[in-house]
């Protein structure tokens, strides 16, 4: 069958809308008909549905729940790029140094990048890993990237990106050549960055994402949160602290705060940034 030639009514909108922000925690202000129709219309085709109420209907009895992933992953913003948001990497080097002074005995470091879209970010903190020189020499290094998006996963695994992932470079042409050779016309990180790295879909709001990791040294969940109602935030905070170990390191976007949203994690601010540790 072919997607219905109707525009997206307010009831049918509604209606997604609804199950949006219940299964995914995310808030859709004003009239997004349009967005929304322009963005998921080919799933109709492609699933052989007639109507938006048929769609609606399919995801709450997909047993699977990767047609809910499918849609989550087509109305998330998946920008990001290399080096984003300086003062918390910055940061981010001084927590490597303390986390190495601790981690002495067991000598294992594990990273999370929670929202990690396609790959950016959990590259940049291997690449800051890799250089700070401590984790050598009988070191078990883990970082994970997490995002609800397979396609954005499938991305991050190639670890090839265009130059509008690399602007947070600032045109040096010497990391440019430090981090990555070209091929095809694409930069393709050189492979001691992408050793240890590894990708897992995970939907941050569903009760089943509180077993998906464990005993996590650092965690940067950024620009996620901005999305969600208070209680998809809840939720997901909830997983989050679930996941790091007691004495683990939260990172958030700039514009992001818990500050007298939960009790889980005591902020700390240090050189004109915020993070968060874990209290237990």
């Not at 997909?62 to 940061?91: C, D, K, V, Y």
């Not at 970082?143 to 991050?156: F, M, R």
């Not at 509008?164 to 016309?185: C, P, T």
């Not at 005993?215 to 989050?240: H, P, T």
């Amino acid at each position: 069958m072919r997607p219905p030639e109707k525009f997206m009514s307010m009831e049918e909108f509604e209606l997604l809308r609804g199950l949006i922000r219940q299964k995914l925690g995310l808030v859709l202000k004003g009239d997004k008909r349009l967005s929304l129709h322009l963005k998921l219309q080919h799933r109709l085709s492609l699933l052989g549905l007639s109507s938006w109420k048929d769609y609606y209907h399919y995801i709450h009895q997909e047993p699977s729940g990767q047609e809910l992933l499918h849609l989550a992953a087509h109305i998330t913003n998946q920008e990001t790029f290399f080096f984003r948001e300086r003062p918390q990497l910055e940061l981010f080097r001084s927590v490597l140094q303390e986390l190495w002074r601790k981690r002495q005995p067991q000598r294992r470091l594990r990273i999370l990048s929670a929202g990690c879209s396609s790959g950016e970010e959990l590259y940049t903190l291997s690449i800051l890993a890799f250089e700070s020189g401590l984790f050598s020499w009988g070191w078990q290094v883990e970082l994970w990237g997490a995002d609800v998006s397979a396609q954005a996963l499938q991305a991050a695994r190639k670890a090839q990106y265009g130059a509008r992932s690399l602007r947070g470079l600032n045109g040096s042409e010497e990391m440019l050549k430090r981090y990555f050779h070209v091929q095809g016309g694409r930069y393709v990180l050189k492979r001691i960055y992408t050793r240890g790295v590894n990708f897992k879909q995970v939907n941050l709001v569903a009760p089943q994402a509180r077993t998906a990791f464990s005993d996590i040294d650092v965690l940067f969940c950024r620009n996620v949160l901005i999305y969600m109602d208070d209680e998809a935030i809840q939720k997901v905070v909830g997983n989050l602290h679930a996941w790091l170990k007691d004495d683990g390191y939260l990172f958030l976007g700039a514009s992001e705060s818990l500050i007298k949203r939960t009790e889980l994690f005591e902020p700390l601010y240090l050189n004109g940034a915020v993070l968060y540790r874990k209290r237990t």
